[in-house]
């Protein structure tokens, strides 16, 4: 008898050779495609989009004029874009508020009592919303807040019609029904974003533990005493992953202002509107790192008052 036999090893058996001997190359493998893609696709975009920001439009012929400088940017001040600037901001601030508001009640419910069958619901009722189109929800409000809507309808019919035509002849609401003014894009927008902070707030509050909530009732805190020092807290990564969330996406956010909305613009129909018909493709990008430089300013003062800390 002659040594043991020893098959033939293929290319496919070396490989799971080298893959076992150098667990290194298989992770270098499998996340290389993904960090291409980020690297080349995503942060490449981003970094043209701010390059370009940084040159400007002849004034003369229109044209681009690709040479570094910051009169773009300076453009930035001018009042008419400036008022976009802070009529954007003002409006993801103020949306992000409401939100805060709205979902924090939700999620401490579905959180904190709801078991079984009721949290089942809760889900389906939170993430229904986000199964159907953005545009046919966007649509289907511009609808309900229009002058011949159910909204004024049901206004006019508990005799509250005056006071809405009041409040809409208000010049800081800026449109002559719902559907073209702040209130209804401000309606809207809430609407559209609300689930992206009741989920991130209700998974914070589920590790809330109860022990904790004992503990602060045996030592005689009241109930407020324990929601501002226990559960706000503790439930703060949530609260600033959702803002995270409705803040951002109001920001870049083009398509409610321009279906549900006044004539007065925001930042992502200026982009648009720059970069489209305008033709001043240095000033859209500068429009557009805006939203950029305020989330990066708003995740650096998250992270100061240690709401990172529990992610």
């Known amino acids: 008898m002659s040594g043991a036999f020893h098959p033939a090893r293929g290319p496919g058996d070396r490989l799971t050779g080298l893959f076992w001997r150098r667990p290194g190359v298989l992770l270098a493998l499998l996340i290389a495609p993904p960090l291409i893609w980020l690297g080349v696709v995503y942060l490449g975009s981003l970094v043209a989009l701010l390059w370009q920001s940084f040159w400007s439009i002849d004034e003369f012929s229109g044209l681009i ?4 400088t910051l009169k773009t940017y300076a453009e930035l001040l001018r009042p008419a874009n400036f008022d976009v600037i802070v009529r954007t901001v003002t409006m993801a601030s103020v949306v992000t508020a ?3 508001v709205l979902a924090f009640p939700i999620a401490y419910y579905a959180a904190r009592y709801a078991r079984g069958r009721m949290k089942a619901v809760f889900y389906l009722g939170v993430m229904l919303p986000l199964w159907s189109s953005y545009l046919v929800k966007v649509y289907a409000w511009k609808l309900i807040l229009a002058r011949e809507g159910i909204v004024t309808w049901a206004a006019e019919g508990i005799g509250a019609g005056n006071v809405l035509n009041a409040v809409l002849s208000l010049p800081v609401i800026g449109g002559n029904s719902l559907s073209t003014s702040y209130i209804g894009t401000f309606i809207v927008f809430v609407y559209v ?48 992953a959702g803002t995270i969330f409705t803040f951002s996406l109001t920001l870049g956010d083009y398509i409610i ?30 429009f557009a790192v805006i939203p950029i430089v305020v989330m990066l300013a708003y995740l650096v003062f998250a992270r100061r008052i240690g709401a990172f800390d529990a992610l």
């Open 193 to 240: 974003w609300l689930p992206f902070m009741i989920l991130p707030m209700q998974a914070s509050l589920e590790r809330v533990p109860n022990a904790m909530l004992e503990a602060s009732s045996d030592l005689g805190a009241t109930s407020w005493q324990t929601f501002v020092h226990v559960i706000l807290p503790l439930a703060l990564p949530g609260i600033i």
């Open 257 to 286: 202002p321009q279906i549900v909305g006044s004539s007065r613009l925001f930042i992502g129909q200026a982009v648009y509107m720059l970069q489209g018909t305008a033709g001043n493709l240095p000033l859209a990008a500068a």
């Open 98 to 100: 409401a939100s805060v």
């Open 65 to 68: 004029v690709p040479e570094f």
